[in-house]
Nanobody, 115 residues
């Protein structure tokens, strides 16, 4: 069973930066899209950013210009560089991989932005 493991979260002051990583425990074949979601307390999970196998990206309006998603296909790893963080970015961040055979979710990692 493939597992996705997120890392890089933690506590940061507003205006600071963090870089999240999500690595697959073993090779995932035929990946279509890799992405990041987040869920703030008492809110629904929302899409943050995605990147396709061809490198096309999508960003939620709330993070556009501040966050950058990237991937290393050889390592089955997706990254999320988060700059100019705001308190409203506080959430548990989840990575997701959409592949031909099935979708995979990480267990999530907490990002806390203090004001």
């Amino acid at each position: 069973q493939v597992q996705l493991v997120e890392s890089g979260g933690g506590l940061v002051q507003a205006g600071g930066s963090l870089r999240l990583s999500c690595a697959a425990s073993r090779t995932i074949f035929s990946i279509y899209v890799m992405g990041w979601y987040r869920q703030a307390p008492e809110k629904q999970r929302e899409l943050v950013a995605t990147i396709t196998s061809g490198g096309g990206t999508y960003y939620a309006d709330s993070v556009k210009g501040r966050f950058t998603i990237s991937r290393d296909n050889a390592k089955n790893t997706v990254y999320l560089q988060m700059n100019s963080l705001k308190p409203e970015d506080t959430a548990v961040y989840y990575c997701k991989v959409v592949a031909r055979l099935m979708d995979y979710w990480g267990k999530g990692i907490l990002v806390t932005v203090s004001s």
